[in-house]
């Protein structure tokens, strides 16, 4: 959920004390509290922060530069908020983590097939017609995807499999 949208979420993150903060890996925490909305209803919220750098930028939106030209940074720590309603003794909180980003992929996919490929703007309102496009597509789509994954083995490099498919 995009929680810093939400005025619970904020009040919650900003009284997350810092022994409340787990360290999972460098420059990552990871924080486990409960939130109670106004209507009543409590779920968990897992905080993920990530400290990174960020370009620091004027009043009008441009990159400061130090005096060899080169952008300024700041070190500026970033948010991941997940409200769930699965307890913390069913699952752990990086394991939360990493099955809503596994259910990112998903969103991922309909969204690539909505918009590189065309699903969302069918050529027919004829049924027989819809399924073909549809078949076909998903079969230029695994085509594609097996055809990323030979050119990774073949050339023994992992970010290949990582490319978005329109590269190719």
Do not use: C
Request: aromatic content about 12%.
């Amino acid at each position: 959920t995009p929680g810093k949208q939400f005025k619970t979420i904020r009040e919650a993150i900003a009284t997350i004390r810092t022994a409340q903060w787990v360290r999972v890996a460098e420059n990552q925490r990871v924080a486990d509290v409960t939130v109670t909305f106004d209507n009543g209803l409590t779920l968990r919220l897992i905080v993920w922060k990530t400290l990174g750098r960020q370009v620091v930028r004027n009043e009008r939106g441009n990159p400061k530069r130090d005096p060899d030209g080169k952008p300024l940074y700041r070190w500026r720590p970033s948010y991941h908020t997940y409200v769930t309603n699965i307890a913390a003794d069913e699952m752990e909180a990086p394991a939360v983590v990493g099955f809503y980003g596994q259910r990112w992929s998903i969103e991922d996919f309909f969204e690539q097939m909505d918009n590189q490929y065309f699903l969302g703007h069918l050529p027919s309102t004829d049924l027989a017609v819809v399924k073909v496009h549809i078949a076909l597509t998903f079969l230029g789509y695994i085509l594609l995807r097996e055809f990323q994954q030979l050119v990774a083995d073949w050339l023994h490099n992992a970010e290949y499999a990582t490319m978005e498919l329109r590269r190719f």
